[in-house]
């Protein structure tokens, strides 16, 4: 088994930043993806970014088109973290966001994922 608990939303302004956490433990070691979705009010679940955790690709990083120059996905593996800088807020980005992991390698795709957070609230106002 796989816990996940996320951190480090809030309610920001238009072009502030905020950086989310996912802190990871249990089964750590058969964790080969990890992932950040959200969810809008009223709109499906999109991808927002992953991160190959382990394995020859370890530390490749993917990222919607949407967010692409604006977020950051990176891990502390000493800690088991990963984190989500967000630059350049916009209230589209208003959303929960969710951290997520697979036992397989990255994939784009929600269903396709494990294990998940709690999620965080991220507001973005104008």
């Known amino acids: 088994q796989v816990q996940l608990v996320e951190s480090g939303g809030g309610l920001v302004q238009a072009g502030a930043s905020l950086r989310l956490s996912c802190a990871v433990s249990g089964r750590t070691v058969t964790i080969s993806a990890m992932a950040w979705f959200r969810q809008a009010p009223g709109k499906e679940p999109e991808f927002v970014a992953a991160?190959?955790?382990?394995?020859?690709?370890?530390?490749?990083?993917y990222y919607a088109d949407s967010v692409k120059g604006r977020f950051t996905i990176s891990r502390d593996k000493f800690n088991n973290t990963i984190y989500l800088q967000m630059n350049s807020l916009e209230p589209e980005d208003t959303a929960i966001y969710y951290c997520?992991?697979?036992?397989?390698?990255?994939?784009?795709?929600?269903?396709?994922?494990?294990?998940w957070g709690q999620g965080t609230q991220v507001t973005v106002s104008s």
């Open positions: 991160l190959s955790w382990s394995g020859w690709s370890a530390g490749m990083t």
């Open positions: 997520a992991a697979r036992y397989s390698v990255v994939s784009l795709a929600r269903s396709e994922y494990e294990y």
